[in-house]
């Protein structure tokens, strides 16, 4: 059974930082991509940044500039460094990876259980 197990959420004032942590767990034979999506209420989930497994990386355009997205790919781990930070991003934070599980010859796609983040004064 895939797991991802996110963890670093929290409230910060704006213009903090925080960094999100994700970490998959279970029979994984490799992973693709590795990303964070958030939702905040009644909006859609949104792309916040995805990590490709070389490296190469895609951002929401709200977060250009400010977020970092990184990988170790040892520990089947990714991370979100949130610089700077503002109001409008208060939402759920969402880690989510295509990988091939253990005995499988197509990959799936998973998703966290969920951290809260809450920018606020």
């Known amino acids: 059974q895939v797991q991802l197990v996110e963890s670093g959420g929290g409230l910060v004032q704006p213009g903090g930082s925080l960094r999100l942590s994700c970490a998959a767990s279970g029979s994984i034979l490799s992973i693709n991509v590795m990303g964070w999506y958030r939702q905040a209420p009644g909006k859609r989930r949104e792309l916040v940044a995805r990590?490709?497994?070389?490296?190469?990386?895609n951002y929401g355009d709200s977060v250009k500039g400010r977020h970092t997205i990184s990988r170790d790919n040892a520990k089947n781990t990714v991370y979100l460094q949130m610089n700077n930070l503002k109001p409008e991003d208060t939402a759920v934070y969402y880690c989510?990876?295509?990988?091939?599980?253990?005995?499988?010859?197509?990959?799936?796609?998973?998703w966290g259980q969920g951290t809260q983040v809450t920018v606020s004064s």
């Open positions: 990590i490709g497994s070389s490296g190469n990386t």
């Open positions: 989510n990876a295509i990988l091939r599980p253990g005995g499988m010859s197509y990959e799936n796609m998973y």
